[in-house]
């Protein structure tokens, strides 16, 4: 396509790499334009939505220019069972592209069957039962959980969203009077912050009045998630 600036400069042709795909203007009328066949040397991450931010994060500021991010809607978690299908469908649809894809997932209340199906692809997955588990560290996790079966996590992300992720799907917004019966077993929000930012905190605390519980805020940073990622960006073409 041939751009017209606003000044009157001279018209210039677009110049377009090679890319071993037809450019050809029948080709694009009838067949239009394929997807690259690989993407060699990158790495693709099948990611929950939840965790956007905090990948893309850490990706930045490792350096890892090399990893590349898809993410699977984040409201999934409020139907466990579907995890497994939507996470499958795309490791099946993006291998034509990819040589390499992981899943940042944890079993995320699938029972075991995420993990099972990751093998059956021969895909690797994020260590843990949940995300509040490897952002603490699943060995800190672990070593604590006993003491802490009546607490209730947020991560930045479930601060941020909330009243869309948890309120509102339970219908508290409608009928409040359903806190005890949702709740009634909790005694404390723990806030396991991912990165250091008051209005976040500050809405935290805030969600814990709302609940009725105690507050407790943990700085975790990114945890277990960027020690995998980390040892997935080093890993070798296959």
Known sequence: ?????????????????????????????????????????????????????????????????????????????????????????????????????????????????LQAACERLGVEMVKGPHCYSFFEGNDAFDARKED??????????????????????MGLDRHPELLEMYFGNYTKVVYQAQIDDPTLTERAREIAERMGLEFERRFTGYGDLETTMSAWAKRPPT
Request: net charge positive; proline share 4%; charged share 30%.
């Open 148 to 169: 802490e079966t009546t607490a209730f996590y947020l991560t930045d992300f479930l601060a941020r969203q909330f009243d869309a992720f948890i309120w509102k799907p």
């Open 1 to 113: 396509m041939v751009r017209r600036s606003r000044t009157a400069r001279p018209e210039r042709r677009a110049v377009l790499r090679a890319t071993g795909r037809s450019l050809q203007d029948q080709s694009l009328t009838d067949k239009g334009l394929a997807p690259p066949e690989r993407k060699t040397d990158r790495i693709l991450l099948i990611a929950c939505g939840a965790l956007a931010r905090e990948i893309l994060a850490v990706k930045e500021r490792n350096g890892w220019d090399h990893m590349d991010l898809t993410c699977l809607p984040a409201i999934l978690h409020v139907h466990p069972e579907r995890i497994t299908d939507a996470v499958e469908d795309a490791v099946t649809r993006h291998r034509k592209v990819y040589d390499q894809i992981f899943v940042v997932y944890a079993d995320c209340g699938t029972g075991g069957h």
